[in-house]
């Protein structure tokens, strides 16, 4: 078996023996890969070739542009420690080193002449030692700069290339492409190939990422080729006064001269987790004391009990059922250590597993179905597989584990402080934001419109001094019980300070989640134990929800906080 990013012949058609295919329509919408922008109508319209017998003087519109475009690519990226790389095809290696040579002495970015890396290709895109007239040692030095490209140590910003470097490309910083050339069928190169050198993404996570496409009109034409396959290429504004086509930076606004960031910083304790699990206790599980409403035991006939059945994910329908041979016999042993090992791999318990088991077959032989059954019957193991045997047992035993094991210290102290002007950068998904005038930073990106509007709320409070997002990045977090009995992170939503000096932590919610009670009794226990390891600053709390929000709205905080009660 092999995996390609091109299972297709150059007429499209896909490859026979493919077992499965994933379009890049599917890669780019699941944010997979980056998404390409192209020009839009106005801005390309601006990009003329010029009737001209040099190479440079025809293109230099487009030249022009795509370093434009990676400049600001290069601003925007280099705040998050990334180095943008500009990506140029031509059509043949004497334009190829005219192009480098332009770079070069055009613009200050790419004096230094290891800053733009030349590579030559044969016409299957693999490095071309006849072209580039190097020894081995030379061409493996070639093809290390290349792969090293997106690391700092790397002087290199820009690539310039024949074809596209079919050979050992890993690079994932190419954030603007520019195309020089015309493609043709009979070149054995197909849209995604091109796309491809710029698709790999810079960051993890689920933000959109952008790679700019600018090139000729038989290039864009050619590229452009691709949305028979689904895939919708979207269209920006490019060129100087344009916003760069990066995901969204969120910093510390510590260019803004109107921001006192001294003024709008918050000061957030650290204290010491207060739930814990207490492993030892493990042994003293007794499945016969655990409740249990009994699951029916089913009589399957022969057939069914070789039946294995296919379910949908997202409804539990029975797709289809597939009978077994007979040939393999089943054994009860494997059931019951799957089960054990998923609770413990749900609960992230990392020893215990031979208490476990023994616990789990303990219950499953006389709790489970109401009555004792035999483990070793072919029918108890068909009945073992019906999903609600299966979600009792693992439901079962993680909340009799949660119960024995999950313990409050019953104090806290601080250890640390959180201030809001430490984060470093980061990047978020394209989504709406404000541009706050009373926090540190510089964009206060809302996961609802229910976060925006009260952001916007804050900004209007005459007794708010500043506030914040609880970005991640902040990492301000507390550890709680869920309804379930487990230990989870909580991650309040903002953090207000006002001007009679309390710092207020801010839960909002739009509609009823199962744990909303227990976060809240977790806040709360955490503003006491703050307010009672220190007494410079008194840390309270409040629960919005938006119902409440839309109809009573508030004309200041502290109305908010006499008006909003609940968990209090």
């Known amino acids: 078996m092999d995996t390609t990013a091109t299972p297709k012949h150059n007429n499209g058609a896909i490859f026979v023996q493919t077992v499965a295919d994933y379009p890049l329509v599917e890669a780019i919408r699941q944010n997979v890969v980056k998404h390409p922008v192209l020009p839009d109508a106005p801005s390309q319209a601006k990009l003329v070739e010029r009737q001209s017998a040099k190479f440079i003087e025809k293109y230099v519109d487009y030249i022009d542009l795509g370093v434009v475009e990676w400049r600001k690519a290069f601003a925007e990226h280099e705040k998050m420690g990334k180095k943008a790389v500009l990506f140029v095809m031509t059509d043949d290696t004497r334009n190829c080193d005219d192009v480098a040579d332009y ?11 290891q800053s733009v890396l030349v590579i030559h290709t044969k016409n299957n895109g693999e490095i071309s030692e006849a072209a580039t007239g190097k020894a081995k040692e030379e061409l493996e030095k070639l093809r290390g700069q290349a792969n090293r490209i997106d690391r700092a140590d790397s002087p290199c910003k820009a690539i310039v290339s024949v074809l596209m470097l079919k050979e050992g490309w890993d690079v994932k910083n190419v954030t603007t492409i520019v195309g020089l050339r015309a493609y ?75 921001k006192d960031l001294e003024a709008l910083d918050i000061e957030i304790p650290v204290l010491s987790p207060r739930m814990f699990r207490e492993y030892k206790n493990l042994a003293d599980l007794n ?80 709790r489970l179905f109401g009555r004792e059954v035999d483990l070793e019957s072919p029918n108890t193991l068909r009945n073992l597989s019906e999903p609600a045997a299966t979600k009792k ?95 989870a992170n909580y991650y309040p939503d903002f953090l207000v300070k006002l001007n009679d000096g309390r710092v207020v932590i801010v839960e909002t919610k739009g509609r009823e989640e199962l744990d909303v009670p227990q976060k809240m009794m977790r806040l709360a226990q955490w503003c006491a134990d703050v307010n009672q390891a220190q007494k410079q600053v008194v840390y309270d709390y409040v629960f919005v929800d938006e119902a409440g929000f839309r109809k009573y709205r508030p004309d200041s905080f502290e109305a908010l906080m006499a008006g909003f009660r609940q968990y209090r």
């Open 287 to 366: 499945p016969e004391n655990m409740a249990v409403a009994p699951v029916s035991y089913r009589q399957f006939s022969a057939e069914e009990q070789r039946e294995i059945v296919f379910r949908d994910i997202t409804t539990g329908d029975v797709t289809h059922t597939t009978v077994l041979d007979g040939a393999g016999v089943a054994d009860y042993r494997s059931v019951i250590a799957w089960f054990a090992r998923t609770v413990m791999k749900e609960l992230h318990l990392f020893s215990g597993f031979d208490v476990l088991y023994g616990k789990v077959k303990a219950f499953v032989r006389n």
């Open 184 to 258: 043709a069928a009979k070149s054995n190169i197909l849209p995604e190939q091109t796309l491809g050198r710029g698709l790999r993404r810079m960051y993890p996570g689920d933000v959109e990422e952008y790679v700019s496409v600018i090139g000729t009109e038989a290039f864009m034409a050619f590229v452009e080729s691709i949305q028979t396959e689904g895939v919708e290429l979207e269209r920006k504004a490019m060129g100087e006064g344009t916003g760069a086509k990066t995901p969204l930076v969120v910093e510390v606004d510590r260019d803004n001269p109107k």
């Open 393 to 487: 047992v693992i439901d079962t035993f993680k909340q009799a584990v949660n119960a024995l094991t999950v313990r409050d210290r019953g104090d806290a102290e601080i250890r640390d402080t959180i201030r809001l002007r430490q984060p470093r950068p980061f990047v978020a998904r394209e989504q709406g934001y404000l541009l706050p005038k009373k926090s540190v930073f510089n964009r206060l990106i809302g996961d609802s419109a229910l976060e925006l509007d009260f952001a916007a709320f804050l900004e209007d409070c005459p007794d708010v001094v500043s506030f914040a997002k609880n970005y991640l990045a902040v990492h301000f977090k507390l550890d709680y019980i869920t309804a379930a009995g487990d230990i």
């Open 103 to 113: 770079l070069r002495a055009t613009y200050p970015e790419f004096a230094d002449e």
